[in-house]
């Protein structure tokens, strides 16, 4: 009886952790890295908003990075970096938005971070005020709401739901498809109240793989870090650590046979799918039945697949790990001799495959 | 080193369901009086050789327990056996044998290192 009340007390814990979270007329911040590894994400986002669901996103060229790379690795400074979000959010104020949605778990974190300061802080808000004026003559409101974009979809999972054209069901045995959900940790654990579910049991991805019919998976490491730690990637030789990081993620849920990994920092989704190649390559270990790795996803990914979109448009084929045991249990068609093409149909060069990591 | 300049690292987790626990059950067996040892450290704080190294005593115990033996080994040469530690202990252990205990355990035991 105690057991079972414990376990209702912990899956409803999240629920104290809620935000508002605009979904239409924002303004939205893009990631640096993300457009470079997982190119289709972004857009993917723009179009499921904008055309599937009709609300008013504006994508503005003038966005810069939040140098919260540089940040982190201790090369910009704290005032550099919260003038630079300063430029973001006059930017925002002169397309006469109110609302951000921003596509990065750090810069999450950092605009949550700096406009926690500036609460706290007045004098430096006026401060980064005079700065930002004095270098581009611009001024700013802030944001009556900023939400990363994962808050965004998981407000909007119940009308993707009901477009959906694929569930997160096994076509082969009938059951839930077993997801690992991944929060990056500039998330919630640095300012729990600003995340869904906080940084105990951020809801944000698990609300989505439930709402579209899987089952997430509780694995002992659940809400350990990647790795990614900027200064321990950023050095090669430290590489090991962020490596390790995910290594025992791996080695936690692999008992669980998970079908994918969901995961909404950029970072995160980097290094899960990456690592599972270079630890292949320096042990021969892969943690599936078949050699083939476990594909991870971006939240935006998996959107676009429940909607029914081609897997290539949505870039799965820019992933280390292979998505295709993915696509067959979820019964979606594709066709492989397109995998490779660009949207003329002309035939692009093929990756090489590794050694250990069977691509199929 | 590998192609990649950097490799993996064994995790630093604990499994006590996995733990050696050959040589602790070796010393107790022989020198039952570590058995009532309370960690207070007092053998560590007198001790000639932690005052000029890293050797500690005390930081032994817990890792015979926890049955980590490489740094062991690495320290153990530096005990003097001037028995400065018998003379504090709160509890009366003969810290003398249960340092010779431990290094002939750890060549005569056959324990994973």
Redesign the interface.
């Known amino acids: 009886m105690i057991l079972i009340m414990k376990t209702i007390t912990k899956k409803q814990s999240w629920n104290s952790y809620q935000k508002e979270i605009a979904n239409d007329n924002l303004y939205y911040a893009r990631s640096c890295i993300r457009q470079n590894f997982f190119p289709a994400s972004e857009h993917m986002f723009l179009h499921i908003l904008q055309k599937e669901l009709g609300k008013n996103v504006f994508d503005d060229p003038n966005h810069t990075t939040c140098t919260g790379i540089g940040y982190h690795a201790d090369v910009v400074l704290f005032d550099t970096i919260q003038t630079v979000i300063a430029r973001h959010f006059a930017l925002m104020t002169e397309a006469g938005l109110e609302h951000m949605a921003i596509s990065c778990v750090t810069s999450f974190g950092l605009y949550t971070e700096v406009l926690h300061t500036w609460e706290h802080y007045p004098e430096q808000l006026e401060k980064i005020r005079d700065f930002l004026y004095k270098a581009t003559k611009k001024e700013f409101n802030l944001p009556k709401s900023i939400a990363h974009t994962s808050d965004v979809i998981y407000s909007l999972r119940d009308e993707i739901a009901q477009k959906a054209q694929h569930t997160l069901i096994n076509k082969h045995t009938g059951k839930p498809l077993r997801a690992v959900e991944h929060i990056g940790c500039h998330y919630a654990k640095m300012f729990p109240s600003k995340g869904v579910g906080g940084a105990e049991f951020p809801q944000v991805l698990a609300g989505m793989i439930e709402s579209w019919g899987g089952e997430v998976v509780d694995y002992p490491e659940r809400r350990h870090c990647c790795g990614f730690g900027f200064r321990n990637y950023l050095v090669q030789a430290n590489r090991g650590y962020s490596m390790s990081n995910s290594k025992k993620k791996f080695e936690s849920m692999e008992v669980y046979k998970p079908d994918f990994i969901l995961t909404n920092c950029p970072g995160c989704s980097m290094f899960m799918d990456k690592w599972q190649y270079t630890i292949a390559e320096i042990d021969g270990k892969t943690y599936d039945s078949y050699g083939k790795g476990i594909p991870v996803l971006t939240y935006e990914e998996l959107t676009g697949l429940v909607l029914g979109y081609n897997p290539w448009d949505l870039g799965l084929q820019m992933h280390q790990v292979q998505s295709e045991s993915l696509l067959d249990k979820m019964g979606i068609s594709y066709d492989p001799h397109l995998k490779y093409t660009d949207k003329h149909g002309n035939q692009l060069p093929k990756p090489v495959s590794p050694l250990h990591l069977t691509q199929t | 080193m590998?192609?990649?300049?950097?490799?993996?690292?064994a995790?630093r987790?604990i499994d006590y369901e996995t733990i050696d626990t050959k040589l602790i059950s070796y010393i107790v067996e022989n020198e039952p009086s570590f058995a009532s040892c309370i960690s207070c450290g007092s053998c560590t704080a007198t001790c000639s050789a932690a005052n000029l190294t890293y050797f500690n005593i005390r930081r032994l115990n817990v890792q015979i327990r926890l049955g980590e033996f490489e740094e062991i080994q690495q320290e153990i040469d530096k005990c003097m056996l001037c028995g400065k530690c018998m003379l504090v202990c709160p509890r009366g252990i003969n810290t003398r044998n249960v340092i010779m205990l431990i290094k002939r355990g750890l060549t005569t035991l056959e324990i994973k290192k």
């Not at chain 2, 590998?2 to 690292?9: A, C, L, Q």
């Open positions: 590998n192609k990649f300049g950097f490799s993996t690292h995790s987790v």
